[in-house]
């Protein structure tokens, strides 16, 4: 198999939403920011081919559906949809994936199973040869949300999962359509947001969305339950650092993989890389 980190669109997003808490003394020494005090936002997805025999997206970013206005506020200055230019560079296209795995369904996660804004047409989903997985308990989040998170989803993509009959839902551990592939969930983003992990690679999706947000206390304002995930994000950092993975970012707007170090009680990023593309 191959395991091969894609761009996907990519946003300019307020950079104390980003941060949360954290006063802009602090961190305006990690990132640049432009005039309207936006910074750069990645949308990375993590491709695997050949994985026993099957195609697996993890995430889509958050593509071109935004009609001009959206577009033009949550800063997407790309006019294509970059994630299927992407997979055109590796010989692929959207119809050749099997299975599109979502972390959760913010529309800078999901809006890129939507196919590009054209003035006076509907949307359309994309993948159509594919399995969208999604745990439950996010979905009903994400057909049912807080009036506090409701602008973070997609009515009409959420109706197309559902009517397309390829939605599946995923509760535990491990799921029998894609053996090798482990799952773990959190609540502090947002409830039941599913955490892939294949071979070395843990997907770490808004829990840690880059390497800035790697020192514990550092949560985004988007967060619904920021103590729970400083909690959530303790363990995750603990546990798969023992086991030596890679942690996946999908929004650095430098970084795709890093492996973390623990000094003095304080985690920070080492062996990173910009672009994974690694055959196995
Ligand atoms: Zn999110």
Known sequence: MKLISLQGNSQMLDAGAMFGNAPKALWSRWVETDELNRMSIACRCLLATDFNGKNILFETGIGAFFEPKL???????????VLLDSLKQHGMT??????????????????????????????ELL????KYLVSEKHWQRAVKPHPRDRASF????????????RLVFVNDSSCDLLPGV?????????????HSTIADVVFCAD???GKAWIHVPISMGYDRFPELL?????NFLNEHSQLNHRFFFTHDPEISVAKTVL??????????????????
Do not use: C, W
């Open 71 to 81: 577009k033009q506020r949550f800063g997407v200055n790309e006019p294509n949809h």
């Open 94 to 123: 959207h119809q050749d994936i099997d299975f599109v795995v979502l972390s959760h369904l913010h529309f800078d996660h999901a809006g890129g199973l939507l196919s590009a804004y054209e003035d006076g047409k509907e949307p």
């Open 127 to 130: 993948f159509p040869n594919a």
């Open 154 to 165: 997609i009515p009409k993509l959420n109706a197309l999962l559902e009517q397309s009959g």
């Open 182 to 194: 482990t799952f773990e969930f959190t609540d502090g983003h947002t409830p039941g947001m599913m």
């Open 207 to 209: 829990l840690i969305p």
């Open 230 to 234: 400083i909690d959530e994000k303790t």
């Open 263 to 280: 000094n003095e009680g304080r985690f920070s990023t080492t062996d990173e890389q910009k672009i994974l593309l690694e055959e196995r």
